[in-house]
């Protein structure tokens, strides 16, 4: 069975005890800061590639490196090896990959791993190794432990050594449950003791108990002292992000919190799609990693047991999903935001020289809302690293979209409304070219009885229940950023939902969709849930439109 992130989310419970380990934040910052004067001194040994300086992840030379890029499940799929390729394609710096030490899954052989190192240095890709059999220890009965893993990382030494530029080493995956997590700090000590023992010079990655999320604040509390077992001084904290963060205050201040004390940290794994412990806060995530200059890692490339999570449809980068397109062509996303290590010519400081103006874009197929824009693509000395399309509006411009080929897609427009839209190509080094010239596009009408709705209730209790809509493309298009509107007949309200966002006026409400739920493929459905408020009668809304258009019961 591939690994889905089910384990991993809170139940119901742990949304009080997230609310009590916030209080307990606050005494935590204190525990944290102390570790300043180490993170800024520590490190008996001379850094060798990528490294940590001042609590920042740098490269050999001392460039900054930001990751961005995505989980890639290879122990589960070694054949798949071209993902590598396809996920460099659009735009990634790095990629984690997962292998198993042979407790819990087969193990992936010296040769194999290897031929990772290999491949990630041949797509100039930054390579996160990662043991995934410690995933749940303490909960997960089938789990092994971070020792356990370390002899796996010992045992591959000399195909480890030596490749201190290009790869991290992440010890463990979420190698603690949610059963006393305060026994995650010892092991996780003790594992970082036994590589550099073992000679290991390359930066360590650990992650958070709690199954990554770390929402009862051990690894925030006990950071100084794990750190300060390194006797390089050349450790990484990584948090693993879904649906514990699912606020924008709990992401900001747990990210933060190491930032202050100038502690590394990258957010290692992270999803978008919702479940019913709730929804995280994506959004929040890349921002705040964009504005404080943290790596981040999505979950996962494709392959996933829930295929809500996979990035890419069976593997094909031609057929991202929702939660895809959010990750590689969303604002503060891959393309617009990643940075070629400098080890591979990425960030070159002596390349001032901006690539060529782009073609004149052209559009094509135009709807209601999107429309697919191409051009000529642009010339640069060193190598071209993406383009960031623009909507022009008099001397405003707004930045709509960002891509690595010379097309792109750009969605949530609104019906029957002219655009303009032009297109700038930059570099590794960040040098832009002129603005291309302009196109006008004028998006379609509303779609017309393109849709049906199923509208059902799961269950109900006094004054609340809880409702499902299954919203169905039946037309032969794609359907993209939706609005979803209808009325509530009994004066009921919804107090929660996932997958979409409400917008509630009187018994009147309207629905636009999560970025996962975004686009409804021709033939296609999402689903919608939610809870609501009730009087003594719960009557089920009896009609729906969608972008204006009526839609029929299915």
């Known amino acids: 069975m591939r690994r889905t992130r089910s384990t991993t989310r809170r139940n119901p419970l742990t949304t009080l005890l997230a609310a009590l380990a916030t209080l307990v934040g606050l005494a935590v910052v204190g525990a944290l800061c102390p570790a300043v004067a180490h ?34 499940a290879h122990t589960w799929y070694p054949n798949q090896t071209q993902s590598l390729a396809d996920i460099k394609a659009l735009g990634a710096n790095t990629v984690r990959v997962v292998l198993s030490d042979g407790y819990r899954w087969a193990k992936n052989s010296a040769a194999d791993v290897a031929n990772v190192v290999a491949q990630c240095k041949a797509n100039r890709l930054i390579c996160v190794l990662e043991v995934h059999d410690t995933t749940g220890y303490g909960e997960e009965a089938a789990a092994g432990t971070l020792d356990h893993a370390a002899d796996y990382w010992i045992s591959l030494k000399d195909v480890l050594a030596g490749q201190e530029n290009y790869i991290i080493i992440n010890i463990g995956n979420e190698p603690w449950g949610n059963t006393d997590p305060a026994g995650w700090t010892e092991p996780t000590t003790a594992a970082v003791k036994k590589l550099r023992a073992a000679g290991f010079e390359h930066t360590i990655m650990v992650d958070a108990p709690n199954w990554g999320q770390d929402w009862q604040g051990v690894m925030r509390a006990n950071a100084r002292s794990v750190y300060a077992a390194d006797t390089t ?36 794994e992270f999803g978008g799609p919702a479940d019913q412990w709730g929804d995280p806060d994506e959004d929040t995530m890349m921002a705040t990693a964009q504005q404080l200059k943290l790596g981040y890692l999505a979950w996962s490339w494709s392959g996933n047991t829930d295929p809500i999570l996979d990035l890419a449809t069976n593997f094909d980068p031609k057929q991202l999903s929702s939660w895809g397109e959010r990750i590689f062509h ?9 940075e070629e290590a400098t080890v591979f010519g990425g ?51 707004t930045k709509v979209a960002a891509s690595t080929t010379a097309s792109v897609t750009v969605t949530g427009l609104t019906a029957a409304t002219p655009y303009t839209f032009a297109v700038y190509a930059r570099d590794a080094a960040g040098n832009r ?15 017309s009885g393109t849709c049906s709705v199923g509208y059902r209730i799961v269950g109900e209790w006094q004054g609340g229940f809880q409702g499902e809509i299954a919203i169905r493309n039946t037309g032969t298009a794609a359907i993209t950023g939706w609005k979803l509107a209808f009325t509530f007949p009994d004066g009921q309200s919804v107090t929660n939902m996932w997958g979409g966002t409400p917008n509630q006026s009187g018994g009147s409400v309207s629905v636009t969709p999560a970025s996962y739920t975004s686009t409804i493929a021709a033939g296609g459905s999402v689903t919608v849930g939610f809870t609501g408020s009730k009087g003594a009668t719960n009557t089920a809304p009896t009609g729906f439109t969608l972008d204006g258009a009526p839609c029929s019961a299915g």
Request: aromatic share 6%; glycine share 12%.
């Open 39 to 72: 993170a800024e001194s520590s490190g008996t040994q001379a850094a060798t590639g990528l490294h940590i300086s001042d609590g920042r992840l740098v490269e050999g030379n001392g460039n900054d490196f930001v990751m961005r890029g995505v989980n890639h």
């Open 233 to 268: 001084g050349n450790l990484i904290f990584s948090i693993h992000m879904y649906s514990v963060f699912d606020t924008a205050t709990e992401i900001t201040d747990y990210l933060n919190a190491f930032v202050d004390a100038r502690l590394p940290i990258v957010i290692g």
């Open 330 to 338: 969303g604002v503060n996303g891959i393309a617009e935001t990643a």
């Open 347 to 397: 960030g070159n400081p002596s390349d001032t020289q901006a690539p060529t103006t782009p073609g004149t874009p052209a559009a094509s197929a135009v709807t209601a809302t999107s429309a697919t824009l191409a051009w000529t693509a642009a010339t640069d000395n060193v190598g071209v690293a993406g383009y960031d399309v623009v909507r022009v509006s008099g001397s405003t411009e």
């Open 433 to 447: 070219s002129a603005r291309s010239a302009t196109v006008n596009v004028t998006t379609a009408g509303a779609p």
